[in-house]
């Protein structure tokens, strides 16, 4: 143990040395004294004083008493009061004082050197047990939009704490003591007129509540503040608030005016006045509220500052065109003010202001008023000079002027081509008459017989029909003049004169066309001298012929051109404008439109017809009802359904016809449209079939083949009738031939068989077969039967001798002979082939190699090789001829040579064409009557039917060729 | 309590378009009682979406109005006049209600504060009908707010006190003229028969 203590006496030595140092130091900082905690409930704010010692900077505590929840705790630099000779030092609290118990103690700092706390002060709070109610505070807060507010609530003793509420919104709460709980509301919006609730209420019992109310709003602004003066004495002031503060009754704001307190500051319309007995000159308005203050200064002289009050008990002597306004102003110092007062007229739907200037107005005179007429005054002045601003308005005052008489009617008269008429005038407006128009008479005059007839009219009355006839029957005057007069209750109107002229005017010379231009019927005349009294221009629909409904103007003296307006001018609807002088000599005549439309219907009486392959179109004009505007044209258009295309544009109203040309067959329409300036009518269609041409082709055609087949017929019937003739001048009897050696392996008659072709042609032109072998068939008739052979052939160009050339086979129809007979020849040496232009039977050289074997042929062409006649071998099935053994000889020496010959009907034709094909192009002699001429049986049946038939054919195929467009 | 005064709203809530009971005195009154149950009925609703808090709060306090207790049932005739006085106080306290709402936030324009206007007119008028029908040579009847504006009736709590003041004055009215509905009804058809009720 004791070597215990000896080690524990250096830790014992520090702490006594610690203790004398802190011992020191306490002496030095004076420990704070009567520590006074002084609260303002209202600001939240604590004074803190006491005495001691001379330190000035103190350490500053502050507790929640209750929880000892330290609140502030800081170094603060005192203030000390030299009256008090303490130190005083403020806080304020975030919460307010009421919601717990504070403690307070200080202490005072030398640097480093504190002295000792002084005693806690306590400011009690309000949530001592003794107040067991509810309670929250702050109470009946004013604070500024935008601010930030700590409530807080104390729940009643007993009582548990549930919640509390900003307006409608919950708000999370702290524990500031056992039963206070606060809350801070931040960016506060402005409140309604009644505040805003803070309420607290006890999670048990909803009976159980505390609350407040917080009024949020804005310090004064003021705006537009100026002093005027009603009675050139005291002062008025108005202003606007440029916000509104929000805050209402015994929190509103508090004005004054130059340090008066204004006593009710008006409001209306924002604006705010207060009221000075007298003028001051200088103006200050001070508001304020307990959120802060402004003011606002206005400085003029009473003079610049004149607002006149209204003219009071307003009166009005009345007269037919003026009136005189009376008033009074109730303060004799306007008597001698100069003011300005404008006059509001009111009548029907005008309204007019008049201003007059005088010193202290207090009468006036209304002028150029209407006479008759309901109006309605009111008055308002204010300062001539330094004019401020116009004062009240007066009761408005209502009078109705006295009647006069009525205005010069405005008369016109109209004659008819019927020589039938009117005397019209035109209506008196209210304007005009002046009073209510109890008649109109009507007076003739004849100038020169002074005759005078006079009618009275009921009020209602315009017009007046006129005969010109039955004047003129009466009179030998060349006019006659009518004179109107409008009576009301004050008199006669000046009276209104029209010359009626006895003969009526003819117009057709001098009509033109006007146009309208900006709003009217832009015309132009030359003065006319006799015209010494004006010109009247009259105008009315065109279309009118009888007690038209007329407008006219008149013009004075020397006008030379006048813009016609009307508001009865309809777009499509033709004018007739006559100028007249004023002596009613018509002196010029106009047509126009205010506006062409499109013609309404479409052109009347559209009809077609054809003619070849042209179709004509005509139509009538349009009715002058329907033409609303000038017709410039028409258009023709096809009309294919789907759409129109343009075929033609005619221009004149006059062209009324089109030909359309080159239709071919079909149905076609067409569409036909006037135009105007405006557009196209709605068109008139019409539709054609047009019948094409073919069947007139056609129809031609069959009447030339029937007139052919009746010269056929003729021919064939000649023919058979002088058959003997016939073959002997066509078909003479072939004389036996002569065989010199055995000139076949058989000696069986020669089956020689027509050609598959029967229609043999005789190549007019030897020479274009130049490439061909040529056999000469040389008849041994006598010369005599050689001409008449001649004669009667149809091939009259043949010669008198027959020639018969080896031919390539065509196995097209014949056709007729062309003039260019190298085509058809090129064309058969194109096919292989050859036409033979005969009016026989074709045959080929190659049908004669058809039964004949190899040797056949060898010894056929030995007998080709020689001249002279040979006879032709025949197929077994037509006429026998004795085979002529050395007719190949005869065929070689260039004469006769046989040819085989078949019908063409027979059967395997296309077969024996394969098979006769490698025999082209050989040399072939062909003679045969037999062929030439055939059995009278064949002839009559088909042998001549069927060229002509294929001839037929052919031409009408290249007529509808050459019809086609 | 809380049933009560919601079954007082609905009752008040009737539509002031139900049949009119004829044009007798008492048919009047009677009509004129249903008349302003609706509008007092309508202005305490008016008053609640103004002050939102006050439509969660439960009426408390007890009766603001009082009459003498009596152990025994009233005849209709005594009953009408009791119900006449206790809309005279209604009157009173409607009359403190408007003049410290007007101090404390000023003249508003609101729904609110105009039928506060009419339920005011409506109950003097009643007072006026009432007192006419049931004033005799014997007995005079008052039609005078039978209450004066002091801190003792209002509280002067500032104001959210006054609104809950002026909350337990409608939750009255609604009461009272809903009683008065009642009384003249009673007194209809005891004067009238049970005709034109």
Known sequence: MPQLQTRRWPVWLICCLLSVVHTHAQNDATVPQQVKVTPDMRTQQISISWLGGSATLFDVMILRTELNETVFYNQVQATFNQTTGRYEWNWTSAEPLECTSLSVRIRSRRGAVTSEWSSTQILQGNDLPTIANYQMYPEERIVRTGGSTTFCCIVAEGGVFGSVQYGKTAMNATRLSRRSYSITVTHQAPSNRTGTNVVCTDALEKTKLSGTAVFVGYPPLLSDFHCETRDLTSAVCQWKEARDTRLYGKRRTVYSLNKRKCQ?????????????????????????????????????????????????????????????????????????????????????????????????????????????????????????????????????????????????????????????????????????????????????????????????????????????????????????????????????????????????????????????????????????????????????????????????????????????????????????????????????????????????????????????????????????????????????????????????????????????????????????????????????????????????????????????????????????????????????????????????????????????????????????????????????????????????????????????????????????????????????????????????????????????????????????????????????????????????????????????????????????????????????????TQFLLPDGESEERGEEKRPLSASAAGWFTNLLSSAKP | MAEQQQQEEEEGMRSPNTPVPGGSPTGKALSLARLLQYECSRLLQLYTEQETFLSELPAEGGRMVSLGSSTEEPDPEEAARRMHAALRQCLGLLHCAIARAEEEWGEGESDYETLRYTVRIRLEHLLHTTKNLLQTDDVALEVTPDIRCDEETDGSGGAFQLKLWTHRVLLELVHWADHATQALHVLHTQREGAQDV
Request: with cysteine; net charge negative.
């Open chain 1, 264 to 928: 009710k500051a008006g409001l209306g319309e924002n604006l705010m006045t207060c009221s000075a007995e007298h003028w001051e000159g200088n103006w200050t308005l001070e508001a304020a509220n307990a959120l802060g203050r402004d003011s606002i200064s206005d400085s003029a002289e009473i003079r610049h500052r004149v607002r006149p009050v209204a003219p009071a008990n307003l009166s009005a002597v009345v007269y037919a065109w003026n009136a005189t306004l009376r008033w009074n102003w109730g303060y004799d110092a306007y008597n001698s003010l100069p003011l300005v007062c404008q006059v509001e007229l009111n009548f029907h739907e005008n309204k007019t202001k008049r201003t007059y200037t005088s010193v202290g107005l207090t009468t006036l005179r209304l002028s150029e008023l209407y006479p008759n007429e309901k109006y309605s005054v009111k008055v308002r002045c204010g300062a001539q000079q330094n004019f401020w601003k116009w004062g009240n308005w007066s009761q408005p005052l209502s009078f109705k002027t006295n009647i006069d008489v009525p205005d010069q009617p405005d008369v016109w008269m109209h004659i008819n081509n019927d020589n039938s008429g009117q005397i019209i005038w035109k209506p008196l407006t209210a304007r005009e008459s002046h009073g209510p128009i109890a008649s109109y008479e009507v007076t003739f005059w004849s100038p020169k017989e002074n005759l005078q007839h006079t009618e009275t009219l009921p009020p209602d009355t315009f017009m007046l029909p006129i005969n010109v006839t039955r004047i003129t029957a009466f009179t030998n005057d060349n006019q006659v003049v009518a004179t109107v007069t409008a009576k009301n209750a004050a008199g006669y109107s000046p009276p209104a004169s029209v010359i009626i002229p006895l003969r009526v005017a003819d117009k057709s010379h001098i009509e033109s066309r006007v146009a309208y231009m900006d709003g009217g019927f832009r015309l132009v005349w030359q003065d006319d001298s006799n015209s010494s009294c004006g010109y009247v221009i009259e105008w009315h629909d065109a279309l009118c012929q009888q007690d038209c409904y007329l407008e006219w103007v008149k013009l004075a003296m020397g006008s030379t051109n006048a813009s016609i307006e009307s508001a009865n001018f309809r777009p499509g609807v033709k004018y007739n404008i006559s100028l007249f002088s004023c002596s009613s000599e018509l002196l010029q005549y106009w047509q126009g439109y205010m506006q062409e439309l499109a013609p309404s219907r479409s052109v009347p009486h559209l009809s077609i017809r054809q003619e070849d392959s042209n179709v004509f179109l005509t139509w009538e004009a349009m009715p002058e009802a329907h033409r609303r505007g000038y017709i410039l044209g028409y258009n023709i258009y096809l009309n294919n359904d789907s759409q129109l295309v343009l075929l033609a544009n005619l221009s004149g109203e006059e062209s009324r016809k089109y030909t359309v040309k080159g239709l071919s067959k079909g149905t076609y329409k067409f569409t036909v449209k006037a135009f105007t300036s405006a557009g196209e009518d709605t068109g008139a269609t019409i539709s054609i079939r047009v019948d094409q041409l073919d069947d007139w082709l056609i129809l031609n055609m069959l009447i030339s083949l029937g007139t052919l087949a009746l010269l056929l017929s003729i021919a064939s019937f000649f023919c058979y009738r002088k058959r003997k003739w016939v073959k002997t001048a066509f078909c003479p009897d072939i004389p036996q031939p002569k065989l010199n050696d055995d000139w076949g392996r058989t000696q069986g008659p020669l089956d020689v068989r027509p050609s598959p072709h029967n229609l043999v042609h005789v190549v007019e032109k030897p020479e274009l077969d130049s490439l061909k072998g040529v056999l000469v068939v040389i008849p041994e008739e006598d010369e005599e039967e050689a001409d008449r052979i001649g004669d009667a052939s149809v091939d009259t160009d043949e010669p008198a001798s027959l020639r018969y050339y080896n031919q390539m086979i065509d196995e097209r129809p014949v056709r007729p002979r062309s003039p260019d007979s190298s085509d058809s020849s090129s064309s058969s040496m194109d096919s292989g082939q050859t036409d033979v232009t005969y009016t026989g039977i074709q045959t080929s050289a190659s049908s004669l190699g058809f039964h004949t074997d190899q040797r056949d042929s060898a010894e056929f062409g030995m007998a080709a090789s020689g001249d002279g006649y040979r006879p032709q071998r025949q197929p077994a099935s037509h006429n026998s001829l004795p085979i002529p053994p050395q007719s190949s000889q005869a065929a070689c020496s260039g004469g006769y040579k046989p040819q085989s010959s078949w019908d063409l009907n027979s059967p395997g034709e296309a077969e024996e064409q394969e098979r006769l094909a490698p025999c082209l192009g050989s040399p072939t002699s062909v003679a045969s």
